[in-house]
């Protein structure tokens, strides 16, 4: 983005727009606003929004000063550069950069208005000087209350009293001394005194800031709020060497490391008119990746070592932990070479320019509580936590075993993975028939019709799906032939069901219904208390035992006495021949899907949550 077209395009607008306001004010906002990003707009106050109106609505009054016009293109032209740098930042992170310098997020704030804001709020270290104002509030034998400016001949003029010196003083110094001159001068007055505005200064930012030039400021400003009203530090600017001159001497020389990573900085030095402010060049720039707690790219100085940048991370990470040394990265004009280097020589290895800094680490995966729920006929039925080799009689046992009337064989096991592969096969199936339907339909030799469809569309959203899978839960047995004893997945469901001695009948019988279940009878028995099946029934019969396994058989095999066994909770189902009912042709291609519902029925098996 180019800075100087940017600025050039919001003056005109501004021009034009602010020539009427009251029009101007939501078009210039609105437009302005919704350009930005989502992450900047945020950090825009609507509450600043009228403050920014008068500081510009001052640019174009007759009767303001050049000065202050130049002071307020300053402060745009401040806030137009940071935004620019918001924009340049965000196509970086866009392009891929994940290893960010150090301290680049520091500056890059919006500022809240176009000035600085003179509220006093100081220590008693500040340093009282020309323009400073004062409020005085006198009572007793003289009442008065005024607010005095500090002249350029460093006192202030109490009305009736005379003048007090105060340039260059301390403020408890300054206010100590208005109230000892007041109080000796005029017996019998009570004064109090408070710094009521700070004085403006100006100051020079030079060097590598987004905006160097002339600055003006609140008294009370130090050099990080200079910075950062300049839009702070470029990618080629130091944060480890700022000099603060005043009088063309060297006042301080500040790394910015100390307050970015140690929270230590001295803002009792504020800044004077004349002050000047140098951003040096950046040094060295290395980056630390892998197990540390902030990986980044840090600037060192000359001298510095592994150990310091290690520091400046924020030290290694819980993820380095078990490791002794970490590697340097070193390239030079004429090679580059893997340094290893052990922990105990850290402080030693000084390091060069284009060194990287690689710290090892392992973070492990961390693996999920996997638990199991168990209900129905058990003394402690609940849900536990299971670990990764834990098998169906383990949970039986911590479950505190079976309860006297517990139905094992009608005991089930319900488990996620078996639910969706039986959810994938019947939409495979589906699919499958479907497209078979399709294939046939209009030609000669086939009657299907699309009624067909209708049909299957509606028994797959009938379907209810279980994951039920078939297990023993004999505990004998189980421990008897560890092979057969299942191993649990987490989420798997148990169900000990309380015995029920009824056999159900479903399907195409003329009298389905539940009966009470008698040993000595046979499944044609059953079938005949139901009233026999209907003509419009299939000649195959399904058998569903209470633990889930299916069995066919031909009506006419059932009739001739074979030996079938029947349980208590064991399911009879009869399945309806649709193509009897509807005259349809290949209803033999819509059978594989309606006679799965026996699948679903066997879930049923008389479980109850008792």
Known sequence: MNFQKMFNFLFVVTMIFYSNLSLAQSTLDQSFLEGLPQSIRDQVEVENKLDKEE????????????????????RLKAEILALDKKFSDIESLDAGETLPRFGVNFFRTLQSSFMP???????????????DTFEILLTGKLELKEELLVG?????????????????????????????????????????????????????????????GIFTLSGGSNVISAINI?????????????????????????DLYD???????????????GDTILVAPSQMQIPVSGGVNFPATYEATPGESIKDLISYASNFSEYYSGFSSVLVSRMTPSKSELIEVQDTNLDNFILQPRDSIQVPSYKNEIQPVRTVSIIGMVNRPGEYVIGL??????????????KENAYLYGSALFRTEALDKEKLFAQLNYSDTVNYIISNIGKSSSSISTSVLDLLAEELRSRSYEG?????FNLNNLKSNPSIDIKLFDKDKIVIPEIQKVVYLFGDFRKPSNYVYDPRLSPKDYIDLAGGKKESAYDEILIIDPDGKTHIYQTSILSLGQSVEIYPGSIIYAQRNIGKLSGLSYASAV??????????????NSITND
Request: charged share 25%; aromatic share 6%.
């Open 389 to 402: 080799n834990e098998k169906l009689s383990d949970i039986i046992d911590k479950a505190g075993g079976y």
């Open 591 to 604: 059978s594989p899907i309606l006679s799965s519902l026996a699948i679903s029925l066997a879930s049923l």
């Open 117 to 131: 804001v003179n509220v006093p709020n100081l220590g008693s270290d500040y340093v009282v000087d020309i323009g």
């Open 55 to 74: 500081e510009l609505n001052k640019l174009f009054r007759s009767e303001t000063s050049i000065e202050k016009n130049k002071v307020i293109l300053d």
């Open 259 to 273: 307050l970015m990573v140690f929270g230590k900085f001295d803002s009792k030095t504020t800044l004077r008119s």
């Open 468 to 472: 039920r899978v078939v297990a023993d």
């Open 152 to 212: 350029r001949d460093g006192a202030i003029s109490i009305e009736t009293i005379g003048k007090v010196n105060v340039a260059g003083k301390k403020l408890a110094d300054a206010e100590k001394a208005i109230i000892q001159y007041i109080e000796t001068a005029a017996f019998g007055v009570d004064a109090f005194v408070s710094l009521s505005k700070l004085r403006d200064v100006q100051i020079i930012m030079l060097g590598h800031v987004y905006s160097p």
């Open 230 to 254: 300049a839009g702070g530090i470029t990618d080629s600017g130091s944060y480890r060497k700022i000099e603060h001159r005043r009088n063309g001497e060297l006042l301080q020389t500040i």
